[in-house]
């Protein structure tokens, strides 16, 4: 009895070939819900993807959007904003995030990668309220320092709004470190929230207004903190506080200018000398993120103080706080003590 041989081999070729192509095609099916998914700005559970470029514009993010955004933020805790280089990944991200918020100036790369992503919802701090430009010294009383001196209506271009400048530069980006013009910037976020997610619109408004109501506390807090003091004047590692030494009639003093980089004069040196002498410094404050070198070398040569003066560019576990409300009342305290108020 003759019984023809079975072929497995060709059977299998059959199924490989059936399988590899059905792969094939779920593959391709997968990758463009992903590809969809991506350009749509929505992680997979429906939230909006939002990306902030440092702390203080992811801390706003989070607040305003709550329960209804991802935020990512583009600088790791204990990396120097200013200093930040992105990544292939990183950069990819801008293109596909539902939102994205930053601080136009502050961080060239991100200026450049935001430029070329083509994002339609993109949320500029510097647009959202009247910047200015500081130098070495800013003396916050030549400044109007009242609950709100700045027009939010337009950007800070067409604002015209002007501040004390002892120097020539960029306009100052610290706005943040004023609870006043923080509060106008989070009102604009939760715009652009809104336009990218018309949804949860009036989530995000009333949550910008929450966060609204507890600045304007904070703002005055420090208002009546800071009213009855023995000195007006602060001396800091670089010059990040003059909104807020404008706000409350201080005056700042830094080593160096805007730039936590650049290295202060022999001049700008003695000149710290003299001032500290003749206004009754009692500290010099320097920061967690940038070198304090330069800042305990003039309280050792003065025989001064020396604190932290954190300007909220990053959170890390040095810092006196877990979040920018906590930080930001470690440092009225620190102002307090150093001006030496009743």
């Not at 930040?84 to 539902?98: H, I, M």
């Not at 070398?297 to 006196?320: C, F, M």
């Amino acid at each position: 009895m003759n019984v023809r041989p079975i072929r497995p081999v060709r059977s299998r070729r059959r199924i490989t070939g059936a399988a590899v192509a059905l792969a094939t095609t779920l593959g391709l099916v997968s990758l463009s819900a992903c590809s969809a998914m991506s350009s749509d700005g929505r992680t997979p559970d429906g939230k909006l993807q939002v990306v902030a470029s440092f702390y203080p514009l992811e801390y706003l993010a989070e607040e305003i959007g709550g329960d209804h955004v991802k935020v990512t933020g583009l600088t790791k805790p204990g990396v120097e904003p200013h200093d930040l280089e992105l990544t292939p990944k990183q950069t990819g991200s801008l293109a596909d995030a539902g939102a994205i918020v930053y601080l136009k100036g502050l961080q060239p790369a991100v200026d450049t990668a935001i430029k070329q992503s083509g994002n339609k919802h993109i949320a500029d701090a510097a647009s959202l309220t009247a910047l200015e430009k500081h130098g070495n010294e800013v003396d916050g009383h030549h400044h109007t320092t009242g609950d709100n001196h700045s027009d939010t209506s337009g950007s800070g271009d067409e604002q015209g709004h002007e501040g004390h400048s002892h120097e020539d530069g960029s306009a100052d980006p610290h706005i943040w470190l004023d609870p006043v013009k923080y509060a106008e910037v989070a009102k604009g976020v939760a715009r652009t929230l809104g336009e990218a997610d018309p949804d949860h619109r009036a989530d995000y408004e009333k949550n910008a207004a929450v966060l609204a109501t507890k600045l304007d506390a904070l703002n005055k807090k420090f208002a009546e903190g800071l009213k009855n003091r023995a000195s007006d004047t602060f001396i800091t590692t670089h010059a990040a506080f003059g909104y807020l030494a404008e706000r409350y009639g201080l005056t700042e003093e830094a080593i160096s200018g805007v730039d936590p980089e650049s290295e202060p004069s022999a001049a700008r040196m003695k000149d710290l000398h003299k001032l500290a002498e003749d206004h009754h410094v009692s500290t010099v404050f320097f920061e967690t993120l940038a070198n304090p070198a330069t800042a305990k070398t003039l309280a050792k040569d003065l025989n001064l103080k020396t604190d932290v003066l954190d300007p909220l560019e990053g959170i890390t576990d040095k810092s006196r706080g877990h979040d920018y409300f906590e930080v930001m009342e470690s440092n009225l305290t620190a102002l307090k003590k150093a001006l030496g108020t009743k």
